[in-house]
Nanobody, 115 residues
């Protein structure tokens, strides 16, 4: 079992920045990948960024060059630094952790980009 708690969402103006955090607990050593998805109202959940335990990263084309995924192993925490935010980035952001082809999910954190 893995528990995930997100934080850091909020309201930001276009062009602004936010950093999301995802604190993991439980069977952390069994995790082989972590990442972020998001879901906007009326849309399907979409992949934003992923990171394997080896450090390989992958990003959705829509966020490349603006978002950066990272982790702090000492704090068992993953981050998503979001810069140059756009209104279309507005969504609920969920972190996930993959253990043997099973995904654990956090509760989600709302990000709203609006002037």
């Amino acid at each position: 079992q893995v528990q995930l708690v997100e934080s850091g969402g909020g309201l930001v103006q276009p062009g602004g920045s936010l950093r999301l955090s995802c604190a993991a607990s439980g069977s952390i050593r069994a995790i082989d990948a972590m990442g972020w998805y998001r879901q906007a109202p009326g849309k399907r959940r979409e992949l934003v960024a992923t990171m394997t335990t080896g450090g390989s990263t992958n990003y959705a084309d829509s966020v490349k060059g603006r978002f950066t995924i990272s982790r702090d192993n000492a704090k068992d925490t993953m981050y998503l630094q979001m810069n140059s935010l756009k209104p279309e980035d507005t969504a609920v952001y969920y972190c996930y952790a993959r253990v043997l082809f099973h995904n654990y999910w956090g509760q989600g954190t709302q990000v709203t980009v609006s002037s």
